[in-house]
């Protein structure tokens, strides 16, 4: 059973232009959603983290878009840059003294120049 | 160290082999994660420890893969009698502390490769 489900599998964007990946999750429980960005070669690296308690959350050009009744969530990466481009996986968790973390699958985004 | 270490980086192994897989994590995370990465899917969670102790071992695909956490820091990830299946990339992860929103500090894997 796929709990976090992720889309689309790649993205391709102009420089300069909105990317935006989008993740579905079942578990109700779930209440920490962070998104991660790798580079070819290396391991995922945390980008940003939301709260259901928020409906957005924006650091530099990189915002997370909540919604609790949907029970989805999405990245929005402004101005996308060619430096952008990596692979992108959001995941959930409990919140507490919880430790695993369920990913999606991932997007990998073309920024072209 | 500065971030989590991990060796091989690269690792080709016969079909029934048995192969190790070591992690460092950073100095004073008390917690250690074990992911699997195949193509096209995402991290699959295999093991937890907390200091030396493995309290979720559910991931583990069978009973040919094993884990070991020594000093409250280096792991590792151990697979008997590899199969072609076993085929990925095994990332290890730290944390300061046993909560998702501590955050993961990931290395940057070792690919396995089983021919």
């Known amino acids: 059973q796929q709990q976090v489900k992720q889309s689309p599998q790649s993205l391709i964007v102009q420089k300069g232009g909105i990317s935006i990946i989008n993740c579905a999750y079942e578990n109700t429980a779930f209440d920490y959603f962070p998104w991660y960005q790798q580079f070819p070669g290396k391991g995922p690296a945390l980008l940003i983290a939301?709260?259901?308690?928020?409906s957005e959350k924006k650091e530099g050009r990189f915002t997370i878009s909540f919604n609790k009744s949907a029970k989805q969530f999405s990245l929005h990466i402004m101005d996308s840059q060619p430096g952008d481009s990596a692979t992108y996986f959001c995941a959930a968790g409990r919140g507490g003294s919880n430790y695993k973390l369920t990913f999606g699958k991932g997007t990998l985004l073309t920024v072209n120049p | 160290g500065a971030g989590v270490s991990q060796s091989p980086s690269n690792k080709v192994t016969e079909k029934g082999k048995d192969v190790e897989l070591r992690c460092d994590p950073i100095?004073?995370?008390?917690?250690l994660y074990w992911y699997r990465q195949s193509l096209g899917q995402g991290l699959e969670f295999l093991i937890y420890f907390q200091g030396n102790s493995a309290p979720d071992k559910s991931g583990l695909p069978s009973d040919r893969f094993s884990a070991e956490r020594t000093g409250g820091s280096v792991s590792t990830l151990t697979i008997q009698r590899t199969q072609q299946e076993d085929s990925a990339v095994y990332l290890c992860a730290s944390s300061l502390g046993s909560g998702v929103s501590y955050g993961y500090t990931f290395g940057s894997g070792t690919r396995l490769t089983v021919v």
């Open positions: 100095s004073g995370h008390t917690a």
């Open positions: 939301i709260r259901p308690d928020v």
